[in-house]
C-alpha cells in the first residue's frame, strides 16, 4: 500500500483509474477506500476481500502448503492445476517454470499466507467510485464467492462472469469490456459474459445474452453451458462452447478466420489459423460433420446458406 501511494507521488497524478488482478485487488480496494478523491474508476479481477477463503477448502491449501515445505517443483505443477483450469493461455509447464523461475519455496510459502492473511472487507462499503467487478466461474485459486463478495460490499459495482480459471482465455474479453469502462462506454452484451447484480450476487440467477439456440436435433443452452444433439448431452471444453455459440450466433454467414479468433480467443491470436481449425475439427467429430461448413481460404459457416 505504501508502494503505491509513494509511486502515486513520484508521477505527481492527481486523478486515474486504478485495476487489481488477484492478489494486486485487495491493495487498489484499500486505495480506492482512503483516497477517494483521486480515483475515477476501479477495475478488479480475479479478486477478493478476504484471504482464508483462497484456494478453498482449507484442507486443498494445507495439501499445498505441505507440498511447497519439501518438493518446490511438484508444489509449482499443483499450483498450475489450480491457477490454470483446461483453458487457460498459457501452459502449466510455463505456468510452472514462471514460478520456480521467480520465488523460492520460502517465497512461495511466505506469499501464500500473506495472501491468506489479508482482509479488507471492512473498506468495501468505504468505496465511492465505479467499479467493474470480474470473475471466472470455475476459478479454484480465488473461488467465485470471493468476487461475488467483494461487488455485494462496493455499492454500485457491476459484476461480470466467464467460465473458466483464474487464468482463462476469455482474460482478452475482460480486457475489451474493461477499455469500455474505463471509457466510459457502454460494456452492451458480451456472449461469454454473465452480468449478475452485485446487490444479489452471492443468490441471484445471472442472465446470458445468448439464450438458447435451436436447430433441429441441436440445442444450445447459453444459459446452462450445455450443448445436446439429438437430445443426449456433448461435453465441450470451455473454448469449444465459446467457438460453436458464436458461430451459432450468425447461422448461414460466413465468419472469417480472423473474426473468429479475435471474437473467441483474443487481438494476440489473429493470424494463428491452425489454432482455429483444430478446434473446428474437434466440433466436427462431437458433432455433425456438416454442421459447420467450410469457406476454402477465409472461413466458417455454421448451418446452411
Known sequence: MRDLEALVEHLGLERFAVGGMSEGAPTAILYAARHPERIMRLVL????????????????????????????????KLLSAIFLGDDSYVTPEQFALYQTASASADDALAL???????????????????????????????????GQEVAAGVRGSRFLSAPGGHYAVSWTEFNRASLAFLLGEEIGELETYREEDPAHATSASPR??????GDGPLVIDSDRHVVTLDGQGV?????????????????????????????????????????????VSRLRRKLRADLITTERGFGYRFGSR
Request: net charge negative.
Open 235 to 279: 461435453e465441450l471444453s470451455p473454448t469449444e462452447f465459446r467457438l460453436l455459440a458464436e458461430l451459432a450466433r450468425t447461422p448461414g454467414r460466413v465468419r472469417s478466420y480472423q473474426e473468429l479468433l479475435h471474437r473467441v480467443w483474443g487481438a494476440e491470436y489473429v493470424g494463428e489459423t491452425d489454432f482455429l481449425h483444430v478446434y
Open 208 to 213: 446470458e445474452a445468448n439464450g438458447v439456440y
Open 112 to 146: 501464500i499466507d500473506r495472501a491468506i492473511n489479508i482482509d479488507v472487507r471492512d473498506v468495501l462499503a468505504q468505496i465511492d467510485v465505479s467499479t467493474l467487478v470480474f470473475h471466472h466461474r470455475d476459478d479454484m485459486a480465488v473461488p467465485i464467492e470471493l
Open 45 to 76: 479481477y480475479g479478486s477478493y476481500a478476504r484471504g482464508e477463503g483462497l484456494m478453498a477448502p482449507p484442507e486443498l491449501r494445507d495439501a499445498v502448503r505441505m507440498v511447497l515445505k519439501t518438493q518446490w517443483g511438484v508444489a509449482s
